[in-house]
């Protein structure tokens, strides 16, 4: 079993050291520093960002339904929910393509209506993001809610409080961990989405050409600066995770921490 584990370490992370050996570390901040590679830097964080706040918007609610097994179609819904997870992003894009390009299934009335087209734009950008990283955040919310101790809101309902006060200052507030792990998560996959980003909207610098089409971009013109580029983003998804390690993983339901916690209370 360990050595069958350190093979699975080593597929892990010796890609990882290769980079980072491959790594011209003399040359980093300058290549960094390229304005093209700023502008897909500025463009993928804001996506992201943009992307991360859709998918609480919407996600939240969606993982509050996910959390409630009594109401009808929950499981067939929760199906639906994981399929971005296991559909190639590539497809996804197709999809969003199919469904708001201008013969689209909706963007033709869209483009006729209003003269709006959507794909091929820094919108597509967030829209094919959120297609991909929902789930994370939805997944990770949901769980959250169904180890929080409902306790709590059933004495709050008790005692006279209304529904959307229970969730506001009650189901929200304890499950803030969860929320904030999700949509941590959610942000680091919408940073290196990349396959339904160059189907849906291209890869056209300023507009569309985040840092993962950056780097598919470099790797036949510019070897170097694909590797800075990729480092770059190594480094900004393991920052995430180290914060979301260290602060909001170990009160999530289910970990040792959390656990030990409530143990010792």
Avoid: I, K, N
Avoid at 194 to 207: K, L, R
Avoid at 247 to 261: K, S
């Amino acid at each position: 079993m360990v050595l069958a584990a350190a093979a699975g370490v080593a597929v892990l992370v010796l890609p990882l050291v290769a980079l980072l050996l491959a790594t011209p570390w003399g040359d980093l901040p300058a290549l960094v520093a390229d304005p093209a590679v700023l502008q897909a830097l500025r463009l993928s964080l804001g996506t992201a960002t943009a992307a991360t706040g859709v998918s609480l918007l919407v996600g939240v609610p969606l993982a509050w339904v996910l959390a409630h097994d009594d109401l009808r179609g929950v499981r067939l819904l929760r199906a639906l929910v994981t399929v971005p997870l296991v559909l190639p992003p590539v497809v996804g894009g197709v999809a969003l393509l199919l469904l708001l390009g201008r013969r689209g299934l909706l963007g033709g009335a869209l483009h006729a209506w209003t003269g709006v087209s959507v794909p091929f734009t820094s919108v597509a950008v967030v829209l094919a993001q959120v297609f991909v990283s929902l789930p994370f955040l939805v997944l990770a919310v949901e769980g959250a809610l169904r180890g929080a101790d409902r306790r709590r809101a059933l004495a709050a309902q008790t005692l006279g409080a209304s529904p959307g006060y229970v969730l506001r200052r009650v189901t929200l507030p304890a499950v803030a961990p969860g929320v904030a792990a999700g949509a941590a998560l959610c942000f680091t996959r919408a940073l290196g989405e990349f396959g339904a980003t160059v189907t849906f909207a291209g890869s056209f610098p300023g507009t569309t050409r985040t840092m993962p089409l950056a780097v598919y971009q470099a790797m036949d013109t510019a070897p170097d600066q694909a590797v800075a580029m990729s480092v770059l983003l190594l480094a900004l998804s393991v920052t995430v995770l180290v914060a979301l390690r260290g602060r909001w993983l170990g009160g999530l339901p289910g970990t040792g921490a959390g656990t030990g916690r409530r143990a010792s209370r």
